[in-house]
């Protein structure tokens, strides 16, 4: 998995802009803002990964690059939370980087959780395309 910094245009997705921007996306070699989280953001971030909106098709699992020995898997998916004109988007991967390795989100990215709709809903697919969204569900050429 390529780490990208906190809040830059996300470059591991199969589209992009730049008002879609990464969270989470950390790697062993690159330094790892840490701190607390508040538990209802962390709840909040597990409640959304029992069954995540997928504009994509991701297949198999990443393995925790952060874990001593053996790396933590889990899968593939991504969570996109639309907020304020931008779509944050980080890996499953977060809810083990935050309760594990004490990874702490920027607080904007905190903000974004708590004011998500529950996905699959109309609301959050609203959302979504007030903020720009429709370029991940279409190929990004029209
Ligand atoms: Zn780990």
Known sequence: MAAVVDLEPCSCLPVG??????VGWLGASSPIPT???PKDVYQRLKEFLVNPW???VSMGVHECEL????GEAVGNANLFIPYDQRIYVCPAM???YINAHRYQPPSVFM???????????MEYKKLLVQCNGRILWQDGTS
């Open 17 to 22: 802009g730049v008002h879609i921007l990464a």
């Open 35 to 37: 701190g607390p989280t």
């Open 54 to 56: 997928q504009p994509f």
């Open 67 to 70: 874990c001593q020995f053996e």
């Open 94 to 96: 977060i809810s083990h």
């Open 111 to 121: 903000e974004a959780v708590r004011a998500c709709p529950p996905m699959h809903s």
